[in-house]
């Protein structure tokens, strides 16, 4: 009856994990990532400064949030698809996410429609002068958290294995017990 237990308990630490990895698998969570942040944040004149924003491969709602003040001179800003990089460093056509030119002062939220896998390049360029600025860019997303159900399932099987192993084991008491017929 001792090995019963144990398979049962077992079973249900199994059960528990498989859970955890579905519910990893299939409900999505808003994820948040810093790209840059500063209150004394400076690009000398006729400087590019890009900076990129990564999303996961299984999410949507992306979206990259853009604050800036500048206290001195102005800036251009670009938010570019990577594979528009070229186009743009070349002068050649390219679309743009959202694009600002010569500006002091920006709040926006940028939505990154359709969703991208591949990373997102925001471009801080200066033109005309040098700037300084107080800055934050970050990039929101809702996802999956596919890594922590993988893990749940891997840590899952040695518990569902164990089970099995102590409820099919036989124990010596049940190998040796002769059955008495009393009629």
Not at 86 to 108: D, F, L, Q
Request: with cysteine; glycine share 8%; hydrophobic share 40%.
């Amino acid at each position: 009856m001792r090995r019963n237990g144990v398979s049962i308990i077992l079973a249900f630490v199994c059960i528990g994990f498989i859970v955890g990895a579905t519910l990893s698998f299939t409900i999505p969570y808003q994820e948040e990532r810093l790209i840059l942040t500063g209150t004394d944040f400076g690009i000398v004149g006729g400087l590019t400064a890009p900076f990129h924003a990564y999303f996961p491969l299984r999410s949507y709602n992306q979206s990259i949030e853009i604050f800036l003040n500048c206290s001195n001179g102005s800036l251009d800003i670009f938010v570019l698809k990577s594979t528009e990089w070229n186009a743009w460093y070349h002068g050649e056509n390219y679309s743009a996410y959202y694009e600002a030119r010569n500006v002091t002062n920006v709040m926006i939220t940028v939505e990154i429609n359709p969703p991208s896998i591949s990373s997102i390049d925001i471009i801080l360029q200066t033109n005309y002068g040098d700037a300084r600025m107080s800055v934050s860019v970050s990039n929101y997303w809702l996802g999956y958290n596919d890594s922590t159900g993988v893990n749940s399932l891997i840590v899952a099987m040695p518990f569902g294995l164990c089970s099995l192993f102590y409820a099919t084991k036989k124990t010596e008491h049940d190998e040796n017990s002769i059955e008495l017929d009393i009629s």
